[in-house]
């Protein structure tokens, strides 16, 4: 596959994906996300390669996730779902897979970074979701997994309020493994993988597949609840295309025009 968005090279048994689309601060359109997965597949079948490194371009943002403004232009006749399954691809991988976060990690930056087997985050990281901010479709197993990672609590506060969180928050939230200097990235980046490629790769594929092993049960009972939920008469609704041109118009959205209101009899 020949890559537009992404940029895909291999090195002494390590394979780099790099996000390219730093006007967009890494943001990922549908095509974005289909070189990503062939990426990930294509280094998994490579017998050379024992670690994969996924990263964004420039130091400003690993990704700030879904490109809103490509949904806008170009998914007229999509729902949510249509998204290509790039967390399917990195289960189905047999091999570890790093995110190496630099700037923004937000919205689907965030989730994509942590599903990834390790994350390493410079001191400049930022990490949130977006969700509930722009009313982009957030459910199911990107939100459930999460409370694996940081528990209930911290889990409902990351998605319900939309915050922001340095590197060093996200490392005491459960988010982040490590948190380097970012004028040493690179250099710790390697020494991490690095440190991969001297393990057994059988065995780190059978301890894969055993960490995966504990939570896919949740995977397809999500996606169907999902599919439930977010019907395409929200997606192509007023609430979900108020909250991506008010993101597009640089403003605040005005969400509470679409709570209903009860009337009580006194």
Request: glycine content about 8%; charged content about 25%.
């Amino acid at each position: 596959m020949e890559y537009t968005d992404i940029l895909y090279e291999t090195s002494a048994g390590k394979a780099k994906i790099t996000i390219n689309r730093p006007e967009t601060l890494n943001a990922f359109s549908s095509h974005t996300c289909v070189e990503i997965i062939d990426a990930i597949l294509t280094a998994d079948e490579d017998p050379e390669v024992g670690v994969i490194v996924l990263t964004g371009a420039g130091d400003r943002a690993f990704s700030s996730g879904g490109d809103v403004k490509w949904d806008i232009e170009n998914l007229k006749d999509y729902t949510h779902l249509d998204y290509p399954d790039m967390v399917g691809a990195m289960r189905k991988c047999t091999k570890p897979i790093i995110a190496a976060v630099k700037g923004y990690a937000v919205g689907g930056g965030n989730w994509l970074a942590y599903f990834c087997d390790l994350t390493i985050a410079a001191d400049n990281a930022i990490f949130g979701q977006n969700g509930a901010r722009v009313a982009s479709p957030a459910g199911g197993y990107w939100v459930n997994y999460a409370t694996r990672l940081m528990g209930e609590k911290r889990a409902r506060e990351m998605w319900y309020l939309c915050r922001r969180y340095t590197a060093q928050e996200a490392k005491e939230m459960g988010l982040v493994n490590f948190v380097v200097p970012l004028d040493r990235f690179d250099e710790e980046v390697d020494r991490l993988a690095e440190e991969i490629l001297d393990k057994s790769p059988t065995v780190l594929k059978l301890l894969k597949y055993s960490f995966d092993m504990a939570s896919d049960f949740q995977r397809g009972y999500s996606y169907t609840l999902v599919q439930k939920m977010f019907a395409p008469d929200f997606v192509h609704g007023p609430e979900n295309r108020e909250g991506e041109y008010a993101f597009v118009e640089k403003r605040q959205p005005n969400f509470r025009q679409f709570r209903k209101r009860t009337e009580t009899n006194s």
